[in-house]
């Protein structure tokens, strides 16, 4: 089966400045690469996805980028501000009629200091 | 307006007891999901439904019996309790397959404390 690893599983970073999350994986029919926020007490959202025929793709100050042949994909964040503190998860999975299996990383708690 | 709601949010009972979570979905999804969350954060699968049919079905020790009544809604059941299921357990559904975008839309989670 998948396994998602993820890297770092903290991390503190200085209001404005970047952030990267780093996330590999093992299933190399693997397909999609969602990134969900989950913020204290919360349930985690999807914040920003990226199927496998996509290199990059960006929203605002979130950016996600794969590489198919090293099989690992990271999370960007720019201009951080103190909201953007939460714990990070990446997934994989193979996208599928009725059957998406999302396996997801150990996630990343993120801090913004302001 | 809740898309996906889940009942209890919290449940406190002692090892040994039976307990049951309810989760409904009005999003007109086929596909809905356990999630099970422990104090370090991870997120594992428990079980998949998709419209009624048990897709995906994890090493979950058979004390865990997720019941599908209809593809609105999700429950599983908890028999003998163990300090060890003590997590923040969540509902999840996600768009049909021709429509599929792979999104997972979470419910507020429900709380098990075990003690």
């Known amino acids: 089966g998948e396994n998602v690893e993820q890297h770092p599983s903290t991390l503190s970073v200085q209001e404005g400045d970047s952030a990267v999350i780093k996330c590999t994986y093992s299933d190399s029919a693997s397909n999609y690469f969602p990134w969900y926020k989950q913020e204290l007490g919360k349930r985690p959202q999807l914040i920003i996805d990226i199927r496998s025929n996509v290199g990059e793709k960006k929203d605002q100050r979130i950016a996600v980028t794969l590489n198919k042949t090293a099989k690992h994909f990271s999370l960007h964040i720019t201009e951080t501000q103190p909201e953007d503190s939460a714990v990070y998860f990446c997934a994989a999975s193979r996208l599928m009629i009725g059957n998406e299996k999302l396996t997801f990383g150990t996630g990343t708690r993120l801090t913004i200091i302001p | 307006d809740t898309a996906v709601s889940q009942t209890p949010k919290y449940l406190v009972t002692q090892m040994g007891n039976d307990k049951s979570i309810k989760c409904e979905q009005n999003?007109?999804?086929?596909?809905m999901y356990w999630y099970k969350q422990d104090s370090k954060k991870f997120l594992k699968i428990m079980f998949s439904y998709n419209n009624k049919e048990l897709i995906i079905n994890e090493t979950v020790p058979n004390r865990f019996s997720p019941k599908s009544p209809d593809k609105a809604h999700l429950n599983l059941h908890i028999n003998s309790l163990e300090l060890g299921d003590s997590a923040v357990y969540f509902c999840?559904?996600?768009?049909?397959?021709?429509?599929?975008?792979?999104?997972?839309?979470f419910g507020e989670g429900s709380r098990l404390t075990v003690l």
């Open positions: 999840a559904s996600s768009h049909p397959g021709g429509m599929n975008t792979g999104e997972l839309f």
């Open positions: 999003l007109g999804h086929d596909t």
